[in-house]
């Protein structure tokens, strides 16, 4: 069944609007932004699986003067900003944190948060998604593995929804009043985040504990410690990678049962369902629908030239629509025969907390199957989605449970 989400809730969603215009466009450059926007599947693999031609450092293409403040470097320690030698060795000190055994082993940990959390739901047949689970679960996990206090989320709530709440794009070509407070309150947001952390850092370097933050303060790239701000910025990275697309996630996913009721019962009755569902449902409904890169030489995309020293946006979302690979893109369909979806990247930077993102959903969604027989949207309360173009999910899913 295919159904128009963009039509039902309102919905301002990548893969709708872009495929829509053209669909057998796979690049062009947008004017008005000073960039190029990339949508199909195969043209996006291949950026992302050579890091040497695109580079992800897209702040050396950001004219300082539409930095509030140029002092504030944001590529230091960012992992997603990093190219090769570089980046290698941090994505080697991070992966230790979250191999394979680490992630399984947190299973009753985020069994045990979601029971509480459903626990503290108000008695009566209603069930704020967001608000009640699908916020607070990964902010929690996230928040435990890092080492800083859980209880704090509302503060971290405030400061990334500053970060994100801006519906404007970064324009290279353009600046106007808009932007301008945009990445102002972005930044805000940024520096509080970094501020908070860096007491943290400060701390473990005092007295460590058991924890990611500790690991990291005490980590060693080439025999050298990381710096204060390196730790923090990565610890940053870690705690907003790590909960805002999650959220989205358990919230698309339980949106797309909802819009597609044949495959709700399906998936209730057979929990095998349940990880081939979340897949499509990134695919369907892609959380971070775009992501940044530059070219360092001119290269031919798609049968287009590219000069050197151009921003590049990846419309993953829209490339997870592209019918050269996905019959049928615009049916929901958790058995599809192969589902190569873009949703957590490509190549050298493929999403580290992907294996964790799929336990938190899969906990999470047999947990409130288990609890709830019945979830649906409200009539005349829909679903309020994230304002960000950037970003596909829900960050209001009011649901009544009987
Ligand atoms: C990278 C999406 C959950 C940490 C990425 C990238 C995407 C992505 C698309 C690649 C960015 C690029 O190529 O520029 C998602 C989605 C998630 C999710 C859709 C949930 C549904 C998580 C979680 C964590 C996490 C739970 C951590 C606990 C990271 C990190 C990177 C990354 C550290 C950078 C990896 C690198 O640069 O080598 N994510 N992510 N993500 N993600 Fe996730």
Same mark, same amino acid.
């Given at each position: 069944?295919?159904?128009?989400?963009?039509?039902?809730?309102?919905?301002?969603?990548?893969?709708?609007?872009?495929?829509?215009?053209?669909?057998?466009?796979?690049?062009?450059?947008?004017?008005?932004?000073?960039?190029?926007?990339?949508?199909?599947?195969?043209?996006?693999?291949?950026?992302?699986?050579?890091?040497?031609?695109?580079?992800?450092?897209?702040?050396?293409?950001?004219?300082?003067?539409?930095?509030?403040?140029?002092?504030?470097?944001?590529?230091?320690?960012?992992? @997603?900003?990093?190219?090769?030698?570089?980046?290698?060795?941090?994505?080697?000190?991070?992966?230790?944190?979250?191999?394979?055994?680490?992630?399984?082993? @947190?299973?009753?940990?985020?069994?045990?948060?979601?029971?509480?959390?459903?626990?503290?739901? %108000?008695?009566?047949?209603?069930?704020?998604?967001?608000?009640? @689970?699908?916020?607070?679960?990964?902010?929690?996990?996230?928040?435990?593995?890092?080492?800083?206090?859980?209880? +704090?989320?509302?503060?971290?709530?405030?400061?990334?929804?500053?970060?994100?709440?801006?519906?404007?794009?970064?324009?290279?070509?353009?600046?106007?009043?808009?932007?301008?407070?945009?990445?102002?309150?972005?930044?805000?947001?940024?520096?509080?985040?970094?501020?908070?952390?860096?007491?943290?850092? +400060?701390?473990?370097?005092?007295?460590?504990?058991?924890?990611?933050?500790?690991?990291?303060?005490?980590?060693?790239?080439?025999?050298?410690?990381?710096?204060?701000?390196?730790?923090?910025?990565?610890?940053?990275?870690?705690?907003?990678?790590?909960?805002?697309?999650?959220?989205? @996630?358990?919230?698309?996913?339980?949106?797309?049962?909802?819009?597609?009721?044949?495959?709700?019962?399906?998936?209730?009755?057979?929990?095998?369902?349940?990880?081939?569902?979340?897949?499509?449902?990134?695919?369907?409904?892609? %959380?971070?629908?775009?992501?940044?890169?530059?070219?360092?030489?001119?290269?031919?995309?798609?049968?287009?030239?590219?000069?050197?020293?151009?921003?590049?946006?990846?419309?993953?979302?829209?490339?997870?629509?592209?019918?050269?690979?996905?019959?049928?893109?615009?049916?929901?369909?958790?058995?599809?025969?192969?589902?190569?979806?873009?949703?957590?990247?490509?190549?050298?930077?493929?999403?580290?907390?992907?294996?964790?993102?799929?336990?938190?959903?899969?906990?999470?969604?047999?947990?409130?199957?288990?609890?709830?027989?019945?979830?649906?949207?409200?009539?005349?309360?829909?679903?309020?989605?994230?304002?960000? %173009?950037?970003?596909?999910?829900?960050?209001?899913?009011?649901?009544?449970?009987?």
């Amino acid at each position: 069944m295919t159904s128009t989400l963009a039509d039902t809730w309102g919905l301002h969603e990548a893969q709708f609007w872009l495929r829509g215009k053209q669909p057998e466009r796979r690049i062009e450059f947008a004017e008005e932004l000073g960039m190029w926007n990339v949508y199909g599947h195969p043209e996006i693999e291949t950026i992302l699986r050579d890091p040497a031609t695109f580079s992800s450092d897209t702040t050396r293409l950001i004219p300082k003067d539409l930095m509030p403040d140029p002092d504030y470097d944001m590529s230091t320690g960012s992992i @997603l900003q990093l190219d090769p030698p570089l980046h290698n060795k941090m994505r080697k000190l991070v992966s230790r944190a979250f191999t394979p055994k680490v992630v399984a082993d @947190l299973e009753p940990r985020i069994a045990a948060i979601t029971h509480e959390l459903l626990d503290a739901v %108000p008695a009566g047949d209603r069930l704020e998604l967001v608000e009640h @689970l699908a916020y607070p679960l990964p902010v929690i996990v996230i928040a435990e593995l890092l080492g800083v206090p859980a209880g +704090d989320r509302t503060l971290f709530k405030g400061w990334v929804d500053k970060m994100f709440e801006s519906a404007n794009q970064v324009s290279l070509v353009k600046k106007d009043e808009n932007q301008d407070a945009a990445i102002r309150s972005s930044m805000e947001g940024q520096k509080a985040l970094a501020d908070y952390l860096g007491v943290h850092v +400060d701390e473990r370097r005092k007295q460590p504990r058991e924890d990611l933050l500790t690991k990291l303060v005490e980590a060693e790239l080439d025999g050298e410690r990381l710096s204060r701000s390196d730790v923090v910025n990565f610890a940053n990275i870690l705690l907003l990678a790590g909960h805002i697309t999650t959220t989205m @996630l358990l919230g698309n996913a339980v949106l797309c049962l909802d819009t597609h009721r044949e495959w709700d019962e399906r998936v209730r009755a057979d929990r095998s369902l349940v990880p081939p569902m979340i897949e499509e449902s990134l695919r369907y409904l892609t %959380p971070f629908a775009a992501v940044a890169r530059t070219t360092t030489r001119e290269a031919e995309i798609g049968g287009v030239t590219v000069p050197a020293d151009q921003m590049l946006l990846c419309w993953v979302a829209a490339a997870n629509r592209d019918e050269r690979v996905f019959p049928h893109p615009d049916t929901f369909d958790p058995l599809r025969a192969e589902n190569p979806h873009l949703a957590f990247g490509r190549g050298i930077h493929f999403c580290i907390g992907a294996p964790l993102a799929r336990l938190e959903g899969r906990v999470a969604l047999d947990i409130l199957f288990d609890r709830y027989p019945v979830l649906r949207t409200i009539t005349g309360e829909p679903p309020k989605f994230q304002v960000n %173009p950037n970003m596909t999910g829900v960050r209001e899913l009011p649901l009544t449970t009987k």
